[in-house]
């Protein structure tokens, strides 16, 4: 079992910044790839970024690229995602994600651990 605890979420202006935050905690030794995805009201799920464990790579939504950036701190067991340049359209549900199979995917389906989420509202 992976817990995962997402945190830094809030109300700012478009154009601002925030950085999320998500501590993993329990099997993290079994972590492959950390995703964060987010949700709108009435929207589905929608991939935005994700890292691999151990080696960093990284791979991003059209929607983040240029914008977000994904990282991690192993030591502390972390996953970040800064998010410069916020819109409006920004405004949902962010969720840390952790898949423990080798599984290099966009698909929320394909992630085996989910935190509760942190709410990011950007207003215009």
């Known amino acids: 079992q992976v817990q995962l605890v997402e945190s830094g979420g809030g109300l700012v202006q478009a154009g601002g910044s925030l950085r999320l935050s998500c501590a993993a905690s329990?099997?993290?030794?079994?972590?492959?790839?950390m995703g964060w995805f987010r949700q709108a009201p009435g929207k589905e799920r929608e991939f935005v970024a994700r890292?691999?464990?151990?080696?960093?790579?990284?791979y991003y939504a059209d929607s983040a690229k240029g914008r977000f950036t994904i990282s991690r701190y192993n030591a502390k067991n972390t996953v970040y995602l800064q998010m410069n340049s916020l819109k409006p359209e920004d405004t949902a549900v962010y969720y840390c994600a952790c898949a423990v199979v080798p599984r290099w995917s966009d698909y929320a389906g394909e992630y085996d651990y989910w935190g509760q989420g942190t709410q990011v509202t950007v207003s215009s």
């Open positions: 329990g099997r993290t030794y079994s972590a492959y790839a």
């Open positions: 890292i691999h464990w151990s080696g960093g790579n990284t």
